[in-house]
């Protein structure tokens, strides 16, 4: 196939808070020694921002040593916390407020901001832009372009215009070949070309598994008489089991809306949660149900997130390449952000980059090293110190239980500052923690009450999904009788329960059991990918500008 190539210096795969902060860092660095660089951002959702879903309490540190002058320029960040309550929830209707005291100090928020990161990135793109790099919302990379030597060398941007079995259509354009010194990948968690880089290159082979987490957010308007603008609540326990590990938030942002979400740990082991249900049954314990009462849900989302901290980073560069923010896995789960570390890795990212191409004759033409010079960077940042101190937060949670773990933590955080001599590893993997369906408790949902709790596919609505019906289907199953064989015979087919989407489902065809996708509704979390017990999933791109559209998540 012939494909038109363009040059670059460096792509980067991903307009996140990542991949835009490393682009924005490289057009400083280049100006300020008055060279020209040619730095190109693809992005994979109808535009920069639609496919962005975060919490989000925003710490701004990366963010002022980028953009000092960020206040003057409009960045959005417009609520700042206020107050900051931590309750744990012991059943459906009682809960205990937390005093400072019994809290890790990384939870508190004091100069953090209640942000939109969906209308972060489109600020972070326009300055890109201004600073002369090149999005391409709507560009997928697809495949990874590899040198003669082994090198990375670029990205292939996606197909446009193949029918259900990958023939051409009349519309057919093919993707094209983005080539570059250096390439930056910032796909978010569990992004499908990090994923095969890290398997080509063995870039784990001295870390901890990944550890995953299943993030849910809707955006309510509320009664402005209840409504606390600058208010933080996090929640722990119900509605999750003592074997479950997760937590719930609600945050009061500008113009009476608040943000609620329930984040689950993908290591559960009871094939029947849902947590989607899960995340239903939240909204009504009285804690949060106050503020949403006669309120009205005008958004829904949900995505997977990379929580296994410092144990479980890759090796984060390879020749050619170098991997950033969640598609490494920069976040610091303890402190429940990762925006702020995936911008400064992508910034550091951008400072190897630059120390390689750029010398006093300009921009060198040869790049396709392995710029381990970034590690140096590394280790003498706050990223690394803020990743260190805070490695043993998630398997102290994972070995001691949501209690006895959050007090080691407390102890560690608050007295200890992150040093107390101990390295705890879980090197568990999620997908091969579920029982077998037959010796798990089932669970009964209640139905919802279309006032605080809903179903999926009105809650799928709401994300603004839609990708073209006509294309291969995104979701690859390497083993076609594996779901019947395996997963339904044995765990009940959980992925029926953990897509927010309600993409699976078993039908009964001819008397026989069939798994249907429904394709249509991926609102691209990669749960799937990450959860199935037959690692049997892979999750690729589809056509450009599909999935959700969320307007400011």
Known sequence: MERESMDFDVVIVGAGPAGLSAACRLMQLAQA??????????????????????????????????????????????????SDDIYYLNDEESGVKLPNF????????????????????????????????????????????????????????????????????????????????????AEGCRGHLGKELIEKFNLTKDSSPQHYGLGFKEIWDIDPSLHQEGLVVHTAGWPLDKKTNGGGYLYHAENNQVFVGLIVDLNYSNPHLNPFEEFQRFKHHPKISQYLTDGKRVSYGAR????????????????????????????????????????????????????????????????????????DLYKSSWLYDELYSTRNFGPAMHKFGTFLGGAYNTLDQNVFSGKLPFNFKDDSIDSEQLTLAKNAPVINYPKPDNKLSFDRLSSVFLSNTNHEEEQPCHLKLNDVSLPITVNLSQYNEPAQRYCPAGVYEIVEAEQESKLVINAQNCIHCKTCDIKDPSQNITWVTPEGGGGPNYPNM
């Open 33 to 82: 020694q008055q060279q020209e660089l040619m730095v190109c951002v693809v992005e994979k959702g109808s535009e920069v921002g639609a496919h962005i879903l975060s919490g989000a309490v925003f710490e701004p540190t990366a963010l002022n040593e980028l953009f000092p002058d960020w206040a003057q320029n409009n960045a959005p960040l417009n609520t700042k916390v206020v």
């Open 102 to 185: 019994a809290v890790p100090k990384t939870m508190h928020n004091h100069d953090n901001y209640i942000v939109s990161m969906g209308n972060v990135c489109r600020w972070l793109a326009e300055q890109a832009e201004q600073l002369g790099v090149e999005i391409f919302p709507g560009f997928p990379a697809q495949s990874v372009i590899y040198n003669d030597d082994g090198s990375v060398g670029g990205i292939i941007t996606g197909d446009m215009g193949l029918d259900a079995n990958g023939e051409e259509k009349d519309s057919f354009t093919p993707g094209m070949e983005l080539r570059a010194k250096y390439t930056i990948f």
């Open 304 to 375: 997977a997130m990379a929580k296994g901290g410092f144990n479980s980073l890759p090796k984060m560069t390879m020749p050619g390449a170098l991997l950033v923010g969640c598609d490494a896995g920069t976040i610091n789960f303890a402190k429940i952000k990762g925006n702020h570390t995936a911008m400064k890795s992508g910034m550091l990212a951008a400072e190897a980059v630059i120390n390689d191409l750029l010398s006093s004759e300009g921009i060198a033409e040869v790049g396709g090293k392995d710029l381990t010079g970034f590690y």
